[in-house]
């Protein structure tokens, strides 16, 4: 069965959902999205510190998409592309984002999802320090504190899961429970 990413976002989609975008991720999208989301934390008056636990892990999110997802051409131009859905879920959130990306990169993705999630908070604080400290960057810009810093905020091991689309890509589903 061949990948569907309009079902996918269908089937995640729910009652529950807060929150959810499926598209471009351009700098401008990434600015809408924190706003809306924003918007509905005070609408139904989340609490300071949980807003802010939220916005930090969103802008880790909304980021990866921006400059981690692969680049699609769409109305002349190259564009990440990628979903977010926020949900209220169990007394607590959930906070799903999905892009594509290519093989090559999947496995050294995950590989750093999976040795983060095994460290303590110790050892998290220590990767941290030495990760801010070492001033080595990604070819995408990235240096890796995103997915520390999501795991350090939410007090949660990520969760992910991929799939295999067209090609050489994979459609890549990360999870925060907050």
């Given at each position: 069965?061949?990948?569907?990413?309009?079902?996918?976002?269908?089937?995640?989609?729910?009652?529950?959902?807060?929150?959810?975008?499926?598209?471009?991720?351009?700098?401008?999208?990434?600015?809408?999205?924190?706003?809306k989301i924003e918007a509905i934390m005070d609408e139904k008056?989340?609490?300071?510190?949980?807003?802010?636990?939220?916005?930090?892990?969103?802008i880790e999110l909304v980021q990866n998409l921006y400059h981690h997802g692969e680049k699609f051409e769409v109305d002349n131009?190259?564009?990440s592309y990628g979903c977010i859905i926020f949900n209220d879920e169990?007394?607590?959130?959930?906070?799903?984002?999905?892009?594509?990306?290519?093989?090559e990169r999947l496995k050294v993705f995950t590989d750093y999802i999976d040795h983060t999630n095994s460290l303590g908070p110790n050892e998290l604080k220590?990767?941290?320090?030495?990760?801010?400290?070492?001033?080595h960057y990604s070819e995408k810009g990235g240096g890796?504190?995103?997915?520390?810093?999501?795991i350090r905020k939410s007090g949660n091991k990520?969760?992910?899961?991929?799939?295999?689309?067209?090609?050489?890509?994979?459609f890549l589903v990360l999870t925060v429970k907050i």
């Open positions: 069965m061949s990948f569907n990413l309009n079902q996918w976002f269908a089937d995640n989609v729910s009652e529950d959902t807060l929150f959810y975008y499926k598209g471009s991720v351009g700098s401008k999208k990434v600015t809408d999205i924190l706003d008056n989340f609490p300071l510190k949980e807003r802010k636990k939220i916005l930090n892990i969103l131009a190259f564009k169990d007394g607590g959130l959930k906070i799903v984002s999905a892009n594509f990306i290519k093989i220590a990767l941290y320090r030495k990760v801010l400290a070492n001033n890796g504190l995103g997915i520390i810093n999501m990520l969760k992910y899961c991929s799939q295999r689309t067209e090609g050489e890509n994979f």
